[in-house]
C-alpha cells in the first residue's frame, strides 16, 4: 500500500490544486491513502465544512489539522462526527472532535493520529509524547500515520525518536516549508520534519509576501491575504512494504 500524505492545504487557491493534480497523482504514485492537513484550507484559514468537503471531494481520506483546528466554529459538528478528520489528540479533553480516526479499509487498517507540539506554540496543550503513549496504548493497528503539528524541529525530531519503531511514520506540519530530512529512522519509522505546503510559491507560509513583510517590519496588525499564484502541491509518499506497520521507503513529492 502506497499512502500520499499532503503538506497544510493553503486556502482556496491551495484546494483547487489539490483538485487539479490529485486524481493523476495517485495514479502516478499507486497512492491507495491520502492523507492531507487541512487546517489552513479556508480562506483566511481554518478550516470549514466547505474546505473540508472540498478536499474529501478530491480525493483526500482524512483530514488533519492542528492549531487553527478550532477557529471556525461551523466545522465543530464534523469534528464532532469524527468521520476522517482529526484535530490534535492533546487539545484540552473539552475541545470538540477526536485526535484519531480509523481508516476501515479492510485490506489495509490505517490509523492516523493528529498531535500538536508545544514549543513556540500556544495555547499550553498536554504533552505530545504522554497523550502518544495513551494513545498507543489503545490504537489496535499495526499501521499508525502520526501528523506532528510543530513548529521547533527539535521537537518534531525528538518525538520522531520517541515514537520510533512504535508507529509507521511521524510526519511534521506547521512550518509550512518542505525539509530535505527524509528518512527512515533507526527503528524503521519513517520520518519528515515537515512535508511542506500546498500553497503559493513565492509567498510566505501561503500569504502575500508584501502583507507578511509588513506586520514583521512594522510590528502592526495587518490583514493576511492568501497568495493565489504559482500554487506548488507538496508532501511525502511512504510505501509501506509486507511487514505490517513498516513503511520501506519514504520519499518527497512536489508538483509545481
Ligand atoms: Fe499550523
Redesign the pocket.
Known sequence: MNVLFLG?VVGQAGCEKVRRELPRLKKELSAGIVVANG??SAEGNGITPYSAQHLFASGVDVLTT???ALRRRDVYDLLEEGNGIVRPANFHPSAPGKGWFLHDNPAFPFAVVNLQGRVYMDPPLASPFDTADALLSKIDCANILVDF?AEATAEMLALGHYLDGRVSAVIG??THVQTADERLLPRGTAYITDAGMCGGRDSILGVEKERAIERLRTGLPVRFQNDPEQIELCGVLLVFGKTPGKVERIERVRVP
Do not use: I, L, S
Request: hydrophobic content about 0%; aromatic content about 0%.
Open positions: 497544510d487546517e489552513n492542528g492549531n487553527h503539528h506540519t506547521h
